[in-house]
């Protein structure tokens, strides 16, 4: 070997199988192996079969499923019968019951739309508005009876009340044409029989007899009277009973 040159151990070629571009790489030693490769070795061993994997249930705490909280619809508040107007309002009751054979909700019905006529029978002379016909001197009454092309039906209240010699604001000369004007017309009577409840009543009475403009009709401040026209009414014929039961 010439000087100066130094000594190059020849590479040997790594071994090549028979199908081309097939290169075999000689198997890692034991002792080269990595921890991981061990353990996959071992667990794969044919000395110890493989165990087939367990299943675990994951159980997980169930969350209490939070309910929709429930929406309520309160109803409005009942405004309690005036101390002074008691006596005018059973005076209606008691006489529509009898004299119809109305239900006491079917007789409160009619008494409602009467007291928001007349702001609890305070007010028979009906005030000015722009609903009244010029010329018209608007409705009268408990019930604002009104002089109409078809029906006049103030001139008629008051004629009725000076013929049987009765003031028109009492409750005998405004109960009276009541009496007389739906006896004379049973459609209005028919129009409640078989409500289902106070304001179903209040409502139909509304509809067939007074028929208000809508937009001032406050259907709902007519059934809230109603309501306590019947509540009224119920604890009268209550204490009736317990004072009648007990001599």
Do not use: C
């Amino acid at each position: 070997m010439a000087e100066g040159l130094q000594s190059v151990t020849p590479k040997l070629p790594l071994p090549v199988s028979n199908e081309a571009n097939d290169v075999t790489l000689p198997e890692p030693a034991d002792n080269v192996l990595t921890q991981v490769a061990r353990d996959i070795k071992a667990y794969y061993s044919p000395e110890q079969p493989v165990q087939p994997a367990q299943s675990r249930t994951l159980t997980l705490p169930s969350p209490e499923l939070a309910l929709p909280a429930k929406v309520s619809n309160p109803q409005p508040s009942v405004d309690p019968v005036p101390a002074g107007k008691t006596k005018t309002v059973l005076h209606g009751m008691n006489n529509l019951v009898n004299d119809f054979e109305l239900s006491p909700h079917e007789a409160a019905g009619v008494m409602g739309n009467l007291a928001h006529e007349s702001e609890w029978f305070t007010k028979l002379q009906e005030e000015k508005s722009k609903y009244i016909k010029p010329g018209n001197k608007g409705g009268y009454g408990w019930a604002q009876w009104t002089d109409s092309e078809w029906e006049p039906r103030r001139t008629n209240f008051l004629k009725y009340a000076k013929v049987n010699k009765l003031h028109p604001t009492s409750d005998q000369a405004n109960y009276g044409f009541l009496k007389t004007d739906l006896s004379n017309n049973p459609r209005y009577i028919k129009s409640i029989r078989g409500a289902d409840d106070v304001n179903d009543a209040t409502e139909r009475f509304m509809n067939s007899y007074e028929k208000p403009n809508s937009k001032v009709a406050q259907l709902d401040k007519r059934q809230n009277r109603a309501q306590a026209i019947l509540d009224l009414y119920n604890k009268s014929k209550s204490r009736t009973q317990k004072l009648a039961s007990n001599p």
